[in-house]
């Protein structure tokens, strides 16, 4: 029997699309009560949501120009005493202690007149805290910045305060004018070099945005910057969430960063993680005051089963405005333009989604789910567009929530778009465990198509993700050995040959079909060859892996020219045609048969033959408009290292076949073409 929707109530608008949730309007209403309550309150106490996330102006080491001097502040309620400590006091544990106020909150004034010449920019601190378990030496837990000492590997705070404030010149720069659709170039700055070392900041803005932007993608995602202590982690254990990683410079170097990426049309968005944080108690927030809580959940709740991390306290009011605050303070202070939301499915369910198949709409309103975390969520997203128009919010999901990425009025999370995790791991076992000619059209179709109506997916072939050791680049799998022997432009091997053309394939096809907007991460655009892995004592702290090796898309001579070239002139299309914005695509021939799949998205018609070895001249298909139609991309074009087989200066007239609008092609094997009228 069909649900049914009270003829009483107005149904929410997320209800309206989807039906099938009407018996779990309730849930959602409660959702949206609790979190106008929540928004209430906090208005009551701190006059805006707005105002509420300034924790990190108070709390940590702040400078105070009325009064002269700075002000450090520690929300440490079950500490037992805190002195800050540094190269400004000697490190001496008992020469500037706090004091302990109402709220849990610790203060001391260190004035201008006794610190000038001792507190300075450049000087190394830490607070010395005092439980009933023992006492240390922690770092702040809204560090601006922390640096590590090579011989002891120790971090400690550093005061940054340079003379000359950052001075930025990105003001025309506007989301919405420049990301239409966001075309996603998700990079790590320390691996965005050829040599085998750490990258910065500098040279990431002056070697690799320039590509970003003749590649036409207009938006770069950012690992890593949050401060953390392991740098193979790659950057998911986050230690100091307001520190940016001293590792590849300072902060007005990713200032720089940001501001050149705006003055390029590219928008920027940082890989934020709320989801967890780095157990380590010498870099971290863990056990901070003693009470094996306070921003965690305490006891094995606080404690994430896969991840070796900590778990925060979505419910605690002070823990609400530490995260909240530190989404702020990344939008204000470094002009970013929105996030990434790692691990947000571990957010949502207490299990994590921890060994968990998602397959009924019950497990999204049930017991299962962690209330405290979607109403953290709703706040955050909530928040982030009040403060950025237009900012752009991203969340890495695996367990399909409805609503996730819908507004927060229409029942939703508030999300703008979700990662289309399925899709990834789709092509990865397809590549892995079938033979190419026994590819199932229906299932890819499927896959790629499979997303929620009026919720937006990133759609990619590949992330990070899959090109971590311990798997491969998509090139990789489909060349194996032969891509470090047989990439010689003048070089007629099968295998490479195979592995190109399915390559551009299914890029194009993951485009087309998988989403309204698109993600490509850095260097698998020209089919980089190797995995990655960071320095590590598996590796003998090599960073072999953990490069980019851009030289080989700068070869004439080699193959990954052509995979490059294509990846430009498929972003440019999609980004004319306005591709992304248009519905989802409409079949019009499935040809299981001949491995031959033709749809029709944005009034553009997409060609694709997979087949093993079968070219069919005089191939006849279903179009739904008349007329003249032309090629505007071909990836068997010899620019793209094909053969050249189809000529993409022919024009192709509409006839009528069986009271039908039909068109003929010669369609090759392994090849995509697609189609534009007029």
């Not at 090629?631 to 007239?653: E, H, K, M, P, W």
Request: with cysteine; glycine share 8%; hydrophobic share 40%.
């Amino acid at each position: 029997m069909e649900p049914t929707v009270s003829p009483f109530t107005p149904a929410l608008a997320l209800v309206e699309q989807d039906p099938w949730l009407a018996p779990y309007e309730p849930v959602l209403l409660a959702r949206q009560q609790r979190l106008k309550q929540r928004l209430e309150a906090i208005a009551q106490e701190h006059g805006s949501l707005a105002k509420f996330a300034t924790a990190h102006q108070r709390l940590g080491l702040n400078y105070d120009s009325r009064r002269k001097g700075y002000w450090y502040r520690e929300w440490a309620p079950a500490a037992q005493a805190l002195s800050l400590v540094g190269d400004f006091n000697g490190w001496d544990r008992q020469a500037t202690p706090l004091q302990k106020g109402a709220d849990g909150v610790w203060e001391v004034f260190l004035p201008d007149k006794q610190y000038r010449d001792v507190l300075t920019h450049g000087s190394h601190y830490k607070v010395h805290v005092v439980t009933a378990k023992g006492a240390k030496d922690r770092l702040p837990a809204t560090l601006r910045r922390a640096v590590q000492n090579d011989q002891t590997k120790d971090f400690s705070g550093q005061v940054w305060r340079p003379e000359t404030p950052f001075i930025w010149t990105d003001q025309k720069f506007r989301v919405q004018n420049y990301v239409r659709e966001p075309f996603i170039y998700e990079c790590h700055v320390g691996m965005a070099t050829e040599e085998a070392r750490i990258g910065t900041y500098v040279e990431f803005a002056e070697n690799v945005l320039p590509r970003v932007q003749a590649l036409g993608y207009n938006c770069i995602q950012l690992m890593a910057v949050m401060e953390h202590p392991y740098y193979g982690s790659f950057g998911y254990h986050v230690a100091n969430f307001f520190g940016v990683s001293s590792r590849f410079g300072t902060p007005e170097e990713l200032k720089h960063l940001v501001n050149e990426a705006h003055n390029r049309g590219i928008a920027v968005l940082l890989d934020v993680v709320h989801s967890h944080a780095v157990k380590n108690e010498a870099e971290g927030l863990a056990d901070f005051d003693g009470s094996g809580g306070q921003y965690f959940h305490e006891g094995g709740r606080g404690n994430h089963p896969g991840w070796d991390s900590k778990l925060f306290d979505y419910g605690k009011t002070e823990v609400q405005q530490f995260l909240l605050s530190n989404l702020r303070y990344w939008l204000e202070e470094f002009h970013f333009d929105g996030f990434r939301f790692d691990g947000v499915t571990s957010m949502l369910y207490h299990h994590h989604g921890e060994g968990t198949a998602f397959s009924n709409y019950d497990q999204y309103f049930g017991p299962e789910v962690d209330d405290d975390a979607i109403l953290y969520l709703q706040l955050a997203t909530t928040l982030v567009h009040e403060l950025r128009r237009g900012a752009l919010l991203i969340a890495e999901d695996m367990s399909g929530m409805p609503g996730l990425c819908r507004p927060v009025a229409e029942g939703g999370v508030g999300f703008d778009y979700r990662l289309g995790m399925g899709i990834p791991d789709f092509w990865i076992k397809l590549l892995k465990h079938t033979r190419d000619e026994n590819w199932n059209l229906g299932e890819l179709w499927y896959t790629l198509t499979n997303r929620r109506t009026g919720e937006k997916t990133v759609a990619y072939a590949e992330s990070h993700d899959q090109a971590l050791v311990g798997d491969k680049t998509l090139s990789h799998w489909l060349i194996d050995a032969d891509i470090y022997t047989h990439m010689q432009r003048n070089d007629p091997s099968p295998v490479v040959a195979r592995g190109i053309a399915l390559h551009k394939m299914i890029r194009l096809v993951t485009l087309a079909l998988g989403g309204e907007a698109y993600l490509n991460f850095i260097g698998n655009e020209f089919g980089h060859p190797e995995w990655v892995d960071f320095p590590r004592e598996g590796n003998n702290w090599s960073h072999h892996y953990a490069r980019r090796q851009w030289s080989l898309a700068d070869n004439p001579d080699l193959k990954y020219q052509c995979l490059l070239a294509f990846d430009k002139a498929m972003v440019l299309m999609a980004r004319q045609r306005r591709l992304l914005a248009a519905p989802h695509a409409h079949q019009l021939n499935m040809d299981t048969n001949n491995q031959v799949l033709i749809f029709e998205r944005a009034g553009l018609i997409f060609i694709f033959n997979f087949h093993v070895d079968r070219s069919i001249p005089d191939y006849r298909f279903f179009v739904p408009h008349p007329g003249r139609y032309r090629i505007i991309l071909n990836s068997d074009d010899s620019a793209f290292d094909g053969f050249n087989r189809v000529d993409s200066t022919l024009t192709y007239d509409t006839f009528v076949e069986d009271e039908v609008n039909k068109l003929s092609l010669y369609i090759t094997s392994r090849t995509a073409l697609v189609l534009s009228l007029g």
